[in-house]
């Protein structure tokens, strides 16, 4: 399974609403999808950032239940999506490629 972090911001060339009842109900809806997100356990973390318009998500799973949730969301967010590589699995591929390339320069 895969961890995957989202930074998104809101897109503003999106249809937001200017009245404060719509906007209500629009970011009720939003709610509602990221609470059955991380019900599901495809979204383990979720949070603003300090400028009020944009944040990020952790999820877990695979790339297309990942691209299936982003897109949930890509009328009002614009996001880029990283898959993350956890750091021991790092620390161990960039140990034995630095080995490999030290055991190739003595040849």
């Known amino acids: 399974m895969g961890k995957y972090l989202t930074l998104w911001t809101m897109n503003p060339m999106a249809p937001w609403p200017t009245d404060p009842a ?44 990942t691209f299936t949730n982003v897109n949930m969301f890509s009328t009002y967010f614009d996001t880029t999506v990283e898959e993350i590589i956890p750091y021991e699995v790092g620390k161990q591929v960039n140990r034995a490629r630095l080995k490999a390339l030290m055991a190739a320069t003595k040849k």
Request: charged content about 25%.
């Open 22 to 65: 719509e906007a209500l109900k629009l970011n009720e809806a939003f709610w509602a999808g990221m609470d059955g997100l991380m019900k599901k356990g495809q979204i383990i973390d979720f949070g603003w950032f300090l400028d009020a318009k944009s944040g990020y998500a952790i999820g877990e799973g695979d790339a297309v239940t």
